[in-house]
């Protein structure tokens, strides 16, 4: 593959379908929630039944507005639907009301670690249903599909980007950061496992260099970001292969068999025209005034990469402000813990340390743990008066996740509290010194890393509650002496 690299460059570009976390469906009034009985979630309107009319869902042109602003796009004045005319077993009425010349979000970018990646639209769309396929063997020994219209109808915020990414890896942090701002902002839980987030890529190759586009490859519905990687370098090493061979790539549209770790052909790569796009005669364009768009402005969170940039004017380093912005849930904890005047680098280190760690272990998320924020507050705060030392402070909020104890209270219960009472730690060292004096010989012979030796040894008898800087100063002492 190295010598592929070091020929051929690649040429990116995504299209990425968000299911907008509305109650009802796009064009219709029942719900949408995943996980249903198959076919228990739809209606005349969604069957596309005889002389039934859509109706558009405020709440979804509210979130597409919204979801523009936030991927630095253009609202227009005006936007309208169209009909996108194709034919598959899971699409009722054999075209999908979607958006075509008019989108309701035009231009825009993402922003990814080493440059900008163009957004070009995004549109709203209502989704297809879902076929399930039987593994097992039917009658006359044939597999068999099943059709769920549960899904039918669903909103979706349709995000083209430009084909401006140029590895697997650039691609994968343009979904891990758009799927960041869509949770921020609410509009999309970016559950890639439950389908409620999608990617399609397209990807081409050329000679490293030249200018014009090689002929590109789309695969469908990637639906994870470790597939999202492996089918691109995938078909990055597939398409190289045929123009080695003297042979031409050819416009198809692919699928990604994880498993097998391989694409496959699905059908002819359809052109714009192949779908006879036209107006849908059923919606009248959509009139969006500057007030529309302000008032949704004004309800604008904090994106991001703000959250992070925020972080690090508090005191974290770019790394750790980032796997905590990419935890929601996590960085609206930690957000709390700030907000109460908690320390923002201790807190962090907790968090993204002992924290993460139990709740990687039981499998549990942060909001559904035992630790509060008050109490997590108070944990912190017998940390920095010296109640308590940093390693106390570790094994303290392991225990408050599992039982969920007031941190004063198992201080005290335990008899936690550092001992900085030089009268209780003199006598200790001195014993540790007098049981100890080939080492003590050792350490005045020069060898001064010794020194951690008898901290340990203090620690040890104190059961890890000895001030430590007592501890070094009357060690010290004693040893120099």
Known sequence: MSDYKDKYEMVI???????????????????????????????????GMPGVLPVLNKECVNMAILTGLALNSEIPNRCKF???????????????????????????????????VGVTRAHLEEDAGKLVHAGAAGLYGSSYS???????????LEIVSEPD?????????????LRNILKYI???????????????CNIS????????????????????????????????????????????????????????????????????????YFPEPDLMPLEISREWVEKIRATMPELPAQKAQRYIDAGLSEYDANVLVNQIEMAMYYDKLLEKGADAKTASNFLMGEVAAF???????????????????????????????????????VDILNTGKDAQALVEEKGLSVISDESSILPIIQKIIADNQEQVAAYKGGKDK????????????????????????????????
């Open 13 to 47: 570009g995504l299209e990425v379908h968000a299911q907008l976390k509305t109650n009802t469906k796009i064009f219709a009034r029942e719900g949408c929630e995943f996980g249903k009985n198959p076919n228990t979630e739809t209606s005349t309107v969604t069957l």
């Open 82 to 116: 169209d009909r996108k005319q194709y034919f598959y077993p899971d699409l009722p009425k054999g075209y999908q009301i979607s958006q075509y010349d008019e989108p309701i979000c035009q231009g825009g970018w993402v922003q990814i670690s080493n440059k900008k």
């Open 146 to 156: 099943l059709v769920d219209l549960n899904r039918a109808g669903t909103p979706l």
């Open 165 to 177: 990414m140029r590895s697997s890896q650039e691609a994968r942090e343009y979904v891990e950061n």
């Open 186 to 200: 609410g509009v999309c839980d970016g559950n890639l496992e439950e389908g409620s987030m999608r990617a399609d």
């Open 205 to 276: 190759i050329r000679p490293i260099g030249q200018k014009e586009f090689g002929t590109r490859a789309e695969i469908k519905n990637v639906n994870s970001f470790r597939s999202l990687v492996r089918a691109i370098e995938y078909e990055f090493v597939r398409q190289a292969e045929i123009l080695e061979d003297g042979g031409k790539v050819i416009q198809e549209t692919r699928l990604w068999d994880d498993n097998a770790g391989i694409t496959s052909s699905m059908r002819g790569k359809e052109d714009a025209h192949d779908y006879r």
């Open 359 to 397: 709740l990687k272990e039981e499998k549990i998320s942060i909001e559904e743990s035992k630790l509060t924020v008050e109490n997590f507050v108070k944990l912190l705060d017998l940390l920095k008066k010296g109640t308590i030392s940093n390693n106390i402070a570790k094994a303290l909020i």
């Open 450 to 481: 010794l020194f951690g030796f008898f901290v340990g040894q203090a620690m040890k008898e104190t059961k890890g509650r000895a001030n430590p800087q007592l501890l070094n100063k009357l060690l010290k002492e004693e040893l120099d002496k």
